[in-house]
Every structure is written in structure tokens, then in C-alpha cells.
Nanobody
Framework: QVQLVESGGGLVQAGGSLRLSCAASGIIGIFDLKPVGWYRQASGKQRELVAAISGGSTNYADSVKGRFTIFRDNAKNTVNLQMNSLKPEDTAVYYC?????????WGQGTQVTVSS
């Protein structure tokens, strides 16, 4: 039912910025009430939570705190991840996740590569 499409990834130099977006369809009810998270998975590593928004609260991994910001555009049913001061360690495939009625849904991911 739910489909998530991530976009905005690409190649950027260290210190640069990117904005990722997650567009949701098939949402039942109020989009603003759905918990949404951005995760990333670097090559050979486990997937990790980067940032999440649930209700009025947000939380971030320590590694991105102060550099990344998660926010909603409810009119478009999207959740964005603004990434500033990017580092090579941020290189990964970034995934969007949403919870609806106790079930989780994932997007296909978007590649972010940060060069030195």
C-alpha cells in the first residue's frame, strides 16, 4: 500500500551539502502522525538510524548532530533530510522508513557519495 521514493542523492565534495527527499504515497490518515526515519548503510556495514521525526520530536545520530536536519513538508507528503558539512564518512545508501498501522515500509534508497 505504502510507497516511498527517495531522491536527491549524488556526488559531493567534503564540506558540501545535499538535500534528500522522501515522497510517500498510499498514506492512510494524517501524514504528520506517521513516524519517519532516515537510515543509511555504508558498504560492508549495518544499516543505522541517521535521523527520525515523530510527532513534534526529532532525534539524530551523534555522528550527524548539528549537521543534518530532518523536517516535513506535509502538503506534499514528504520528509526531507538537509545534510550540511558532509564528510567522506557520510558516504552510504540512504533509506527512508515510515510506520503505518504497526507496519514498516522502506524506500529503495538513494546513493550519497562524499569525496575528499
Amino acid at each position: 500500500q505504502v510507497q516511498l521514493v527517495e531522491s536527491g542523492g549524488g556526488l559531493v565534495q567534503a564540506g558540501g551539502s545535499l538535500r534528500l527527499s522522501c515522497a510517500a504515497s498510499g498514506i492512510i490518515g494524517i501524514f504528520d502522525l506517521k513516524p519517519v526515519g532516515w537510515y543509511r548503510q555504508a558498504s560492508g556495514k549495518q544499516r543505522e538510524l541517521v535521523a527520525a521525526i515523530s510527532g513534534g520530536s526529532t532525534n539524530y545520530a551523534d555522528s550527524v548532530k548539528g549537521r543534518f536536519t530532518i523536517f516535513r513538508d506535509n502538503a506534499k507528503n514528504t520528509v526531507n533530510l538537509q545534510m550540511n558539512s558532509l564528510k567522506p564518512e557520510d558516504t552510504a545508501v540512504y533509506y527512508c522508513r515510515i510506520v503505518q498501522r504497526g507496519s514498516e515500509y522502506w524506500g529503495q534508497g538513494t546513493q550519497v557519495t562524499v569525496s575528499s
